[in-house]
T-cell receptor, first 114, second 116 residues
Framework: AQSVTQLGSHVSVSEGALVLLRCNYS??????LFWYVQYPNQGLQLLLK??????LVKGINGFEAEFKKSETSFHLTKPSAHMSDAAEYFC????????????FGKGTKLSVKP | EPEVTQTPSHQVTQMGQEVILRCVPI?????FYWYRQILGQKVEFLVS????????KSEIFDDQFSVERPDGSNFTLKIRSTKLEDSAMYFC??????????????FGPGTRLTVL
């Protein structure tokens, strides 16, 4: 069975500092991996995804994530935090295919201090 | 830019009542999903729907739940007799039909259901 663990329910960084949100997954087969962002009172928006190919994936708003199979990790990073990055971030895994329901982590709320 | 819409944004109901949550997926999408998020917990998959039938469902999706695509645009989730524990944010999502790569799911803004 697949599962996702996000370390830290709440992360606080200063504006301009590195953002690192951790995600580890468990899957019996090579998974598809995703990061979604949820701004207050909005739906989930895809930040980036790993399906196949390059293990370093670049997404929107300057975020990127690296798939490390040996560590079963897919951590999300951004070199320099911006106030507008304050939101909740969800890591998700799927076995893919034409349907592929998503299994989500519990989410990490990112706060950015001025 | 096309988006998934959901109505209502907030629904309050009494325990035992039936509720219908509505979603309008993106027009050229063929796969539809419902997820829920109980306050403070993770987003959980409920059901996926394709070609007018359920493709997959989780153990949460019991006989109290049903889904329907009554016309060419709406996708609904019905809870027949609501329980207190059904209080949650319900998200609808849709995706295009894929061939060899994973389809991105586009999410709506959610309906907050409160059962009293």
């Amino acid at each position: 069975a697949q599962s996702v663990t996000q370390l830290g329910s709440h992360v606080s960084v200063s504006e301009g500092a590195l953002v690192l949100l951790r995600c580890n997954y468990s899957s019996s087969v090579p998974p598809y991996l995703f990061w979604y962002v949820q701004y207050p009172n909005q739906g989930l928006q895809l930040l980036l995804k790993y399906t196949t190919g390059a293990t370093l994936v670049k997404g929107i708003n300057g975020f990127e994530a690296e798939f490390k199979k040996s560590e079963t990790s897919f951590h999300l990073t951004k070199p320099s935090a911006h106030m507008s990055d304050a939101a909740e971030y969800f890591c998700a895994v799927s076995l893919g295919g034409s349907q592929g329901n998503l299994i989500f982590g519990k989410g990490t709320k990112l706060s950015v201090k001025p | 830019e096309p988006e998934v819409t959901q109505t209502p944004s907030h629904q309050v109901t009494q325990m035992g009542q039936e509720v219908i949550l509505r979603c309008v997926p993106i027009s050229n999408h063929l796969y539809f999903y419902w997820y829920r998020q109980i306050l403070g917990q993770k987003v959980e998959f409920l059901v996926s729907f394709y070609n007018n039938e359920i493709s997959e469902k989780s153990e949460i999706f019991d006989d109290q739940f049903s889904v329907e695509r009554p016309d060419g645009s709406n996708f609904t989730l019905k809870i027949r007799s609501t329980k207190l524990e059904d209080s949650a944010m319900y998200f609808c999502a849709s995706s295009v039909q894929g061939v060899s790569s994973y389809n991105e799911q586009f999410f709506g803004p959610g309906t907050r259901l409160t059962v009293l």
